[in-house]
């Protein structure tokens, strides 16, 4: 094998996949029968082993155009660190991908060693220290361009929406963002992807016109609503197990402002703000997004002085249109109880971070959370006794978001989205070090116990505990199995 010269290596990986016997496509759909599987997964082992030869690790090295780096390397703890910091990531070796070959070998090097492949963008999803796996990261793969015409983004699976925001605004559009901006676009959009722009354009995964992706196969396909579609179904929801995706064309809408902000209580008036937003927030119309959190926040320079430091109530408020009217829907909200702060303002959406002010510095975590089919009085009670002020609970931060509208209609080309049936998502955030770090998971899933009797499943994103495919029905699972199966035969991607 080494006597091979680089291109030769090169062009090895790039036919590994045919090698495997995995390209013929009445092959795979044989793959799918039972026993089908089984035996398409031992012939993709063997297959890549036999194109790795005896030094898989120099073959990976000589085929990957980025680093490869092992945990006696100086650069592997900072390539494979993310946002999330409860974990400290110690996979058997990182591949910083540049493009797709390089994921690629590295797909071809786990189905030779027996290793699980994960993918990296921020780290915001970070949910286990990967151990043993062979851990992708995709920063380097950047790059966005916006067709104005088309009105799309093609993004790299490393780019987070910030770059998107930015590319997109002179155009007067925006992606589909969530409430942070530092978030990877492609992590996000495959666990769906709920925002202030949802309710009135739905989830971020049904934006998603095309993935490139290197299936668990080795083969690198383009994946949308023509070619290779029950796999574009898959991705776009199903998240894990199925390939790492390596760029994604996404739709844009046209925003260029919004009326956002937060309105801020006292904790001690949790109560009356959160049974007033319950009966307030269902009244808006579609092209408004709110929810409404109990924090902890820290002791900090950077929050204005009411807030530093304090439990607080905040109300997020968004709405791209008229902006009067957004100013009489906004209006109520300061009746509530005696108003700490208020800072719903005209903004550039550009600006949109500023609605939840979600933490930009990396903290050990941990967050979970389930959809709520309604929200009655009843629900809002069971949550403050298991989470609210007063209740011993040390979650920093329990948020309550308004789902519906075009968030719960069927996509025109159809996902794997879960999540449709939801009318709110409850999520809670809880750290993970420190005298309280241990009270943290059972602090969640007292709250997510808590609002049991009304509960459906919410977004995956949200919902902690990685795959989730419990909260898919049967039939949904069922199809997704059926997909990891036939593009993912040995259970490669994790
Ligand atoms: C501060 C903060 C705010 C958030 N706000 C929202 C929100 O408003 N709405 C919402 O829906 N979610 C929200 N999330 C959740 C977030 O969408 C998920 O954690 C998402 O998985 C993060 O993606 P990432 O790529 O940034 O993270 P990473 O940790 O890098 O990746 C997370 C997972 O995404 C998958 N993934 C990433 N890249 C690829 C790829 N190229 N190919 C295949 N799989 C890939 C993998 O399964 C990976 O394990 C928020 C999270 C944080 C920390």
Not at 119 to 140: F, I, K, M, S
Not at 433 to 452: I, K, T, Y
Not at 462 to 489: H, I, M, S, W, Y
């Amino acid at each position: 094998m080494t006597h091979l010269s680089r291109a030769g290596l090169l062009r090895l990986v790039a036919a590994a996949p045919l090698a495997l016997g995995l390209t013929a496509p009445a092959a795979r759909t044989a793959s799918a029968a039972p026993g089908g599987a089984g035996a398409d997964a031992e012939r993709a082992v063997a297959e890549a082993r036999r194109a790795s030869g005896a030094d898989p690790l120099g073959l990976l090295r000589r085929c990957v155009a980025g680093p490869v780096l092992l945990p006696t390397d100086a650069e592997y703890a900072t390539e494979a660190a993310g946002f999330e910091v409860a974990h400290t990531p110690a996979p058997r070796l990182v591949v910083g991908a540049t493009r797709a070959e390089d994921v690629r070998a590295a797909v071809v090097y786990a189905l030779a060693v027996g290793a699980e492949v994960r993918v990296q963008a921020t780290g915001h999803g970070l949910e286990d220290d990967l151990r043993d796996t062979v851990l992708v990261t995709t920063r380097r793969l950047g790059g966005v361009s916006v067709d104005p015409k088309a009105r799309t983004a093609t993004i790299g699976a490393g780019v987070r929406w910030r770059e998107v925001l930015d590319a997109a605004a002179p155009h007067g559009l925006a992606p589909l963002l969530g409430s942070a901006s530092a978030v990877g676009a492609v992590g996000y959009s495959l666990g769906g992807g709920t925002g202030l722009l949802s309710r009135q354009h739905g989830w971020a995964a049904d934006a998603v016109r095309s993935l490139d992706v290197v299936t668990g196969d080795g083969r690198l396909r383009t994946a949308d609503a023509k070619r290779d579609a029950e796999l574009h179904w898959a991705l776009r929801g199903g998240k894990s197990g199925l390939g790492v995706v390596t760029r994604a064309v996404v739709d844009l809408v046209p925003v260029t402002r919004m009326r956002g902000g937060a309105v801020f209580f006292a904790a001690a008036d949790a109560a009356a703000v959160l049974h007033a937003w319950r009966r307030w927030a269902p009244t808006l119309p579609r092209e408004a997004a709110t929810s409404v959190a109990l924090l902890a926040l820290p002791p900090s320079l950077q929050l204005p002085p009411p807030l530093s430091g304090k439990q607080v109530v905040s109300v997020r408020f968004s709405h791209t249109g008229d902006p009067a009217a957004a100013d009489a829907l906004v209006a109520p909200v300061r009746t509530w109880a005696p108003v700490l702060l208020d800072s719903v303002q005209e903004l550039p959406f550009t600006a949109s971070d500023a609605v939840h002010t979600d933490p930009t510095d990396p903290a050990p975590t941990v967050n979970g959370g389930t959809g709520l089919r309604e929200l009655p009085a009843a629900a809002v009670d069971a949550l403050l006794a298991a989470a609210g002020p007063g209740s011993g609970s040390p979650l920093v931060a329990v948020e309550l978001r308004l789902m519906g509208g075009a968030l719960s209609e069927a996509p025109e080309v159809p996902d794997a989205v879960i999540g449709r049936g939801a009318a709110y998502s409850l999520w809670g955030l809880g750290i993970v070090a420190g005298p309280a770090g241990a009270q943290a998971r059972p602090a969640l899933d007292r709250m997510v116990a808590s609002v049991g009797r009304w509960a459906c499943p919410g977004p995956l994103n949200l919902a902690g505990g990685g795959r989730r495919d419990d909260l898919r029905t049967p039939e949904q699972r069922k199809r997704l199995e059926k997909a990891r199966r036939r593009f993912d035969p040995a259970g490669v991607i994790g």
